[in-house]
């Protein structure tokens, strides 16, 4: 945990897999290897099982709590989706839609996965995208899920090293759901999250036998990084709703490990005596102004409603509004991408 501010910042991991679907660790190996990164949580979420929290595994892991849902899919395995706070797993006939909307029916934490992919849904590496955006009940979606990057961008020329550096060809997440977000966002707080998708692939090059994408190794890249008004509880309850409820409201923001420690981050809004943060809303542009400190100097460019307003080399960045609107932050080093915060609401109704 780190005091940024009025708020408490902690980091995670999202979307994670083990031996109770797909993964090659047991839960509680991936908890011993989250810990040992220096993670404050981790979101569990096996395909269509809830076996470990049934067994009564989530809680707290040393000073890492560990909050298990699961990833759901439709008939065709597409439209995946990651549930938190379901009193089950649901229905395997339910289309997206319905899913969707029953799990907001339950209160339960929803995030669109992997939305973005685009490679062929036929072959040995198929996509599974999301298709079902009439659905309107999820909180939040991926806009970088690492597993998916590295799988679009996977070619026959480049395998070898991609497998043996995977974190190196990380670049960032793609205009397309960037813009993605920023439309939904202008009709409903949506969050903008990062998932590692983590499950340990084994992988056999002639006689020498890998593991593409290591727990220890993907736990030091993608970061969703939330913000708590106050500090995480050692209640498990509660401490589960803070982080669901951070996601929901959008104080949250991804990095890159793989350039640098993000923690401190802040992206503010300040109008008087109020000061907000990733997910907040201002009333007008009117005495109202921007900040953004980075931990490293770096390329900061502010996005507003209608696409780039300012960029700068530097590790800290002002700027009065001069419209009302939605306003986010990108945050590179050597042209790749490190930070992506949420919106900042200014005026904006829905």
Avoid at 2 to 16: A, D, F, R, V
Avoid at 42 to 68: A, N, P
Wanted: aromatic share 12%; with cysteine; glycine share 8%.
């Amino acid at each position: 945990m780190l005091k940024s501010g009025i708020y408490h910042e902690y980091k995670g991991c999202l979307h994670i897999h083990t031996t109770a679907s797909d993964g090659t660790k047991s839960l509680e190996e991936v908890a011993e290897t989250a810990s040992s990164a220096g993670l404050d949580f981790i979101l569990v979420s096996d395909h269509m099982t809830l076996k470990d929290k049934d067994e009564g595994k989530e809680g707290y892991y040393k000073k890492l709590l560990v909050l298990i849902g699961y990833e759901h899919n439709d008939r065709d395995d597409c439209n995946h989706y990651l549930l938190f706070g379901t009193r089950g797993v649901l229905p395997p006939s339910l289309t997206p839609k319905e899913y969707v909307a029953e799990g907001k029916r339950q209160s339960a934490l929803g995030i669109v996965a992997h939305p973005d992919e685009i490679r062929p849904r036929l072959g040995k590496y198929p996509s599974y995208p999301w298709t079902a955006w009439d659905a309107e009940d999820y909180d939040g979606i991926e806009i970088w899920n690492q597993m998916s990057e590295w799988m679009e961008n996977l070619k026959p020329y480049n395998k070898l090293k991609m497998v043996f550096s995977p974190r190196r060809f990380m670049r960032f997440p793609t205009d397309r759901i960037l813009q993605k977000l920023d439309e939904l966002s202008l009709h409903k707080k949506v969050a903008g999250l990062g998932g590692v998708d983590v499950h340990g692939y084994p992988y056999k090059i002639g006689p020498l036998r890998i593991t593409i994408f290591p727990y220890k190794v993907q736990f030091k890249s993608l970061r969703t990084h939330i913000l708590l008004r106050e500090e995480l509880s050692s209640d498990l309850e509660t401490a589960k709703w803070q982080i669901y409820e951070g996601i929901k409201d959008c104080r949250a923001f991804v990095s890159n490990y793989r350039w640098g420690d993000a923690s401190g981050f802040q992206f503010r809004g300040l109008r008087g005596s109020e000061t907000v943060a990733d997910g907040g809303y201002l009333a007008s542009f009117d005495n109202s102004h921007l900040t953004v400190q980075s931990p490293d100097k770096a390329t900061i460019r502010l996005i507003g409603t209608e696409g780039k307003i300012i960029e700068a080399k530097a590790d800290h960045l002002e700027y009065e509004p001069r419209k009302n609107g939605i306003y986010r932050v990108e945050v590179y080093k050597r042209d790749r991408g490190w930070i992506y915060s949420n919106h900042i609401r200014i005026g904006q109704s829905f």
